[in-house]
């Protein structure tokens, strides 16, 4: 219930709690809190025996987890009815992804240089037609 609250955090509730209710009356207000809680737990456990209860035999292996999107979603993936596991295991995003970026830097390297000029392009010069078609070459990123 607490897992998110580091030691700071703590000392902080500790130190603010005193200075609220006062060292008398923190013993007391701690058994109430603690009190209420536990009526809420019982609570929340006998509301679960009863829903278990009213699904019948069918549902005996229901779990109120399973509600949580991610468990419901992660239980599907590993479930073999779907044959999902082999999809998920043949599917290589590191290989994938090492073909994309070898055949973008294939293509960078490849690219003939555009002059000797030092990087600069004469605009008053006509390209030379080369036979190529004028699509734009192909951006990974892009897509």
């Known amino acids: ?71 419901f979603i992660r239980k599907q993936l590993e479930n073999d009815d779907l044959g999902l596991k082999e999809i998920r295991n043949g599917f290589d995003l590191k290989k994938e992804m090492a073909e994309v970026t070898d055949a973008v830097h294939s293509r960078e390297t490849d690219a003939p240089a555009s002059g000797s000029s030092g990087g600069r392009v004469d605009m008053t010069k006509k390209p030379e037609d080369s036979g190529k078609d004028d699509r734009p070459p192909f951006d990974a990123d892009a897509t």
């Open 1 to 71: 219930m607490f897992n998110d609250i580091g030691p700071l955090e703590l000392v902080t509730l500790v130190v603010l709690a005193v200075l609220v209710f006062g060292p008398d009356k923190l013993p007391k207000v701690i058994q109430d809190v603690t009190r209420t809680i536990r009526k809420i737990r019982e609570f929340s456990e006998s509301a679960k025996q009863d829903i278990r209860q009213e699904l019948g035999p069918e549902f005996k292996d229901f779990e109120f987890e399973d509600l949580n999107p991610k468990t």
